[in-house]
């Protein structure tokens, strides 16, 4: 289903079905024999979302390996780098805390269980901000496995295409104290205009010494562009055959865009660059292959700090 201004999603639809699909590769990886990552809330928040192939990889029913040259998707791959993705913003919150940082902002959080199962400073206060629905679903099936937030989480239920600056004020955030946001696996869901208004509105919300994570996406050039949507395309019609129908292509939003690590250092924060390939070399994971996924190699993930200053 193709985007539109104001659409509307659940975990088993449009953009929230890759939510969910980010949690099948949590879960995967955590159970490698050498895990990067423990997470594990992502096996039971799939299994609630109810969609049958990703309830099957989650659990272990079935594995990546099961599906040979017909797999609907390269799932091994998005494993591996939803273990390297997760261990980089696990280590970004872990250092900001061991920094004095005690509120978080998690934009977008869908199933992201860290506020559960991070070991937070005593007073960190972690916000969650995402659609009402998700935030209600994710807080409900957590509950019933008896889990409990390690830190004081805090839930704004709101679209980030709303006044969501208000909402999160009216939860009890400070703009006054330094903060650790994560905008993770977003940015391309976004149109390029909106990127930058989240991050100027980051920017704005941000006292000296915050830190943000996020993802720096490049422009791809017509013909990687191609190549990408080629590949997203044989990926859709191999997932229909498995009762999936999700078309990456309509959900994502291509065409040039500012690269967020140089937005942000053009308006007031320290960045650091960190290369999907150097990650992967750094966790000990399989190096990437050319053109085994037009454009990801080219992917960072950046992390920064606020420079002094409003």
């Not at 199933?111 to 969650?128: F, H, K």
């Not at 830190?151 to 909402?167: E, G, N, Q």
């Not at 104290?177 to 990127?195: D, F, K």
């Amino acid at each position: 289903m193709t985007r539109t201004d104001n659409d509307t999603w659940n975990l088993a639809s449009s953009v929230g079905i890759t939510a969910t699909g980010v949690a099948v590769g949590r879960a995967i990886a955590s159970r490698a024999e050498r895990p990067l990552i423990d997470d594990r809330f992502a096996e039971p928040l799939v299994r609630a979302v109810g969609l049958d192939l990703f309830t099957r990889l989650a659990s272990g029913e079935v594995s990546t390996e099961d599906f040979g040259d017909e797999a609907p998707m390269d799932m091994a791959r998005m494993a591996d780098n939803m273990a390297a993705r997760t261990r980089f913003f696990d280590d970004f919150f872990i250092d900001a805390g061991a920094a004095g940082i005690r509120q978080v902002v998690i934009l977008a959080s869908g199933l992201d269980s860290r506020a559960y199962r991070l070991d937070w400073p005593a007073g960190t206060v972690v916000y969650e901000i995402d659609q009402p629905e998700v935030i209600a679903f994710k807080t409900r099936v957590l509950a019933e496995q008896g889990a409990e937030p390690t830190a004081d989480r805090r839930t704004v239920s709101i679209d980030l295409r709303d006044d969501w600056p208000a909402a999160l004020r009216a939860a009890g955030f400070d703009p006054a104290l330094p903060t650790a946001w994560s905008a993770e696996g977003l940015l391309g869901y976004l149109p390029p205009e909106a990127q930058d208004r989240l991050l100027d509105t980051v920017t704005t919300l941000s006292a000296p010494g915050s830190r943000i994570a996020t993802e720096s996406i490049p422009s791809l050039g017509a013909d990687v562009e191609k190549q990408a949507r080629e590949r997203m395309r044989e990926s859709t019609e191999r997932m229909r055959g498995y009762g999936l129908d999700i078309d990456m292509a309509t959900l994502l939003y291509f065409g040039d865009r500012n690269e967020s690590g140089a937005y942000l250092a053009d308006h007031g924060w320290q960045v650091d660059g960190h290369p999907v390939e150097a990650l992967f070399a750094e966790y000990g994971l399989p190096p990437l292959n050319d053109g085994e996924s037009p454009g990801f190699g080219e992917l960072s993930y950046v992390s920064a700090v606020r420079e002094g200053g409003r």
